[in-house]
C-alpha cells in the first residue's frame, strides 16, 4: 500500500463533502433519459413527491429560467400551486 500524502487526503475529504452535499439537495431537474431522479433542484426550489406521489414544490425559483424536465417520474398528480410564481421555464 502506497502513501499519498495529506492532499490526496484533503482532495479526498473534499470530494465526499461535495457528494454529500449533492445528495442532500437532489439533483438538478434535467434531462437525463430517465427523468430527473426526484427530489431534484431548479434553482432556489425543490421538486419533490409526497406520499401520494403528488408533485410539490419548496423554495422560491422566480428568477430562474431554462428547462425543467419532469418526466418518467411517476407523478399521479400536482399540489395546487406548485408551478406558481416560477420563472421563465419551458
Given at each position: 500500500m502506497s502513501r499519498r500524502g495529506p492532499a490526496a487526503a484533503?482532495?479526498?475529504?473534499?470530494l465526499a463533502l461535495l457528494l454529500m452535499a449533492h445528495g442532500a439537495h437532489g439533483?438538478?431537474?434535467?434531462?437525463?433519459?430517465?427523468?430527473?431522479?426526484?427530489?431534484c433542484t431548479f434553482g432556489g426550489c425543490?421538486?419533490?413527491?409526497?406520499?401520494?406521489?403528488?408533485l410539490?414544490?419548496?423554495?422560491?425559483?422566480?428568477?430562474?429560467?431554462?428547462?425543467?424536465y419532469l418526466n418518467n417520474e411517476n407523478i399521479k398528480g400536482l399540489r395546487e400551486g406548485v408551478f406558481d410564481?416560477?420563472?421563465s421555464c419551458t
Open positions: 484533503l482532495a479526498l475529504a473534499v439533483a438538478e431537474c434535467y434531462f437525463s433519459g430517465a427523468g430527473a431522479s426526484l427530489p425543490t421538486f419533490s413527491l409526497d406520499a401520494d406521489q403528488f410539490e414544490r419548496t423554495g422560491s425559483c422566480a428568477d430562474k429560467s431554462g428547462r425543467l410564481n416560477m420563472g
